[in-house]
């Protein structure tokens, strides 16, 4: 029996029990839009309940999820610095990284609404509600006149950029948000790289990614998230790598860092 049969298997099953919590918070919610607020016809737009659904799931997953990555989340949360956009806070779980000697404004892009009563107690919680404006919209939508290109010092994204639309051009403009100087910090899952096309952990992510999205709020498993970022634009630095625990086995693999915009 090969000695990494358990790091093996704990990889490769763990997806399902985030499945199986999602499944169960769109079926409880549907009962609830169909049977409790006489709304059958909503079921049939996703937009409709894929919010609740997932900002259910998420309060159940969220925090054993943040905590399991605490250290790489830490170490990327608690470098933000100046003006931040917090791109996809959820319900807040990762504002407690925040080195409070260090930032002077954060705008927390979180377009599910659903989320923001437990996000705005968090807010509260970590003693932020003076500098922390909650900003109900896709971060898609910036720059604009509200956050406008080259005006923030940091940029945070914790398992967020699985869930946004056309990534790429996303990712383009979370860029053009930065001022030159200012850091993209990031720590998100991605797809299992290209050498291991015919692994263990590459098939179990496409069959995973098929209900993966519709229980899991729009997440996709198998985004080249870490090329992307490299392809935005100029930058004088780019530090990404994956956590010390890794064990190469990962089905939904993580990477951590910082990139530096050019300039
Ligand atoms: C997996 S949750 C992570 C939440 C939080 N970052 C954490 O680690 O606890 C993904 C978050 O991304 C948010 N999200 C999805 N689409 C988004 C978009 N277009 N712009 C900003 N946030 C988005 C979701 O609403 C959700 O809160």
Not at 27 to 56: G, H, N
Not at 73 to 92: H, L, M, N, R
Request: hydrophobic fraction near 40%.
């Amino acid at each position: 029996m090969p000695l990494d049969l358990i790091p093996r298997l704990k990889s490769y099953l763990s997806p399902l029990y985030l499945l199986a919590v999602g499944l169960a918070c769109t079926i409880v919610t549907a009962i609830e839009i169909v049977f409790f607020e006489c709304r059958p016809k909503d079921i049939l737009s996703i937009s409709k309940w894929q919010d609740r659904a997932f900002s259910r799931t998420w309060a159940i997953i969220g925090p054993a999820m943040v905590n399991n990555a605490e250290p790489e989340i830490k170490t990327t949360v608690s470098q933000a610095f100046g003006t931040v956009v917090d791109v996809g806070p959820g319900e807040g779980f990762t504002l407690k990284y925040f080195d409070t000697t260090r930032i002077t404004k954060v705008y927390g892009i979180e377009p599910n609404t659903d989320m923001h009563p437990v996000l705005r107690e968090e807010i509260k919680r970590c003693q932020l509600s003076d500098i922390y404006t909650i900003v109900p919209s896709g971060v898609e939508r910036f720059p604009n006149g509200e956050i406008p290109p080259g005006s923030v010092d940091s940029i945070v994204c914790i398992r967020t950029l699985c869930s946004v639309p056309n990534p790429r051009q996303t990712i383009k403009k979370l860029y053009d948000l930065l001022r030159p100087g200012g850091e993209l910090l990031v720590f998100e899952h991605c797809a299992v790289p290209d050498y291991k096309v015919t692994s263990t952990e590459r098939i179990l992510q496409g069959i995973y990614n098929i209900p993966w999205p519709v229980l899991l709020g729009g997440c996709e498993l198998n985004r080249k998230t870490d090329e992307w970022l490299k392809q935005a634009g100029e930058w004088r630095s780019i530090e990404l790598g994956v956590s010390n625990r890794a064990t190469g086995y990962e089905v939904m693999p993580h990477f951590l860092g910082r990139l530096v915009k050019a300039g």
